[in-house]
């Protein structure tokens, strides 16, 4: 089952540009993950925001969090070719019972342009 | 240095035959893991939650049968693909929790490239 749905689902831009990218979710949450995932890679963990947190920095990223809107959006600023990757968000698809299984949604695809 | 380690990263079968994933906690004990599926270009799929000592949950429309999970221990879980079709040739992942006294954290092994000819 698929958690979360992400826009674009496909982003091209300029190098140095900045790119959002958009997550909503279907049900309540403990905390949302973003994952980078480079062709044919395995995954690369970002950043975690936990529900009670509204915005989150690291780095060139910055996540934030509409609990009301189930919502999330990761901002990489000043883009390098080197972030062309796929990027996932991740959610607590079982919240009260603590299993911590995630589940993803559906990627947004960013190409970096030199 | 990774936490969780997945082997075989690339395996190819021949159609009919099974092939054996194995995920390990390397510096943990990890009572539950997570077995993904993705398809080129898709997103990851949860196919089934791995628990120590106990029969796996699967999915809805994950095959049980066809996918057998064994969590013999608690840093090993492996993904035996049977009678493994064409259809089955995918990118397989595994995550474990580790368990902190401040809470949980999920480590995603390296991923695991099965083809089936």
């Known amino acids: 089952s698929q958690q979360g749905e992400e826009d674009p689902q496909a982003l091209s831009i300029q190098e140095g540009e900045n790119a959002t990218m958009n997550c909503s979710y279907k049900t309540s949450i403990n905390n949302l993950q973003w994952y980078r995932q480079n062709s044919g890679r395995g995954l690369v963990h970002l950043i975690l925001?936990?529900?009670?947190?509204r915005e989150k920095h690291s780095g060139r990223l910055r996540v934030t969090l509409d609990t009301s809107k189930k919502s999330s959006s990761l901002l990489i600023t000043a883009s390098r070719a080197a972030d062309t990757a796929s990027y996932f968000c991740a959610t607590d698809a079982s919240p009260t019972s603590g299993t911590y299984k995630y589940i993803f949604g559906t990627g947004t695809r960013l190409k970096v342009l030199a | 240095g990774a936490v969780v380690s997945q082997h075989p990263s690339r395996v190819i079968c021949k159609s009919g035959t099974s092939v054996k994933i194995e995920c390990r906690s390397l510096d943990f004990q990890a009572t539950t893991m997570f077995w993904y599926r993705q398809f080129p270009k898709q997103s990851l799929m949860l196919m089934a939650t791995?628990?120590?000592?106990?029969?796996?949950?699967?999915e809805q429309g994950v095959e049980k049968d066809k996918f057998l999970i064994n969590h013999a221990s608690l840093t090993l879980s492996t993904l035996t693909v049977t009678s493994a079709h064409p259809e089955d040739s995918s990118f397989y992942i595994c995550s474990a929790s580790r368990v902190w006294h401040s809470g949980n954290t999920i480590y995603f092994g390296e991923g695991s490239w099965l083809t089936v000819v």
């Open positions: 791995s628990n120590e000592g106990s029969k796996a949950t699967y």
């Open positions: 925001i936990r529900s009670n947190e």
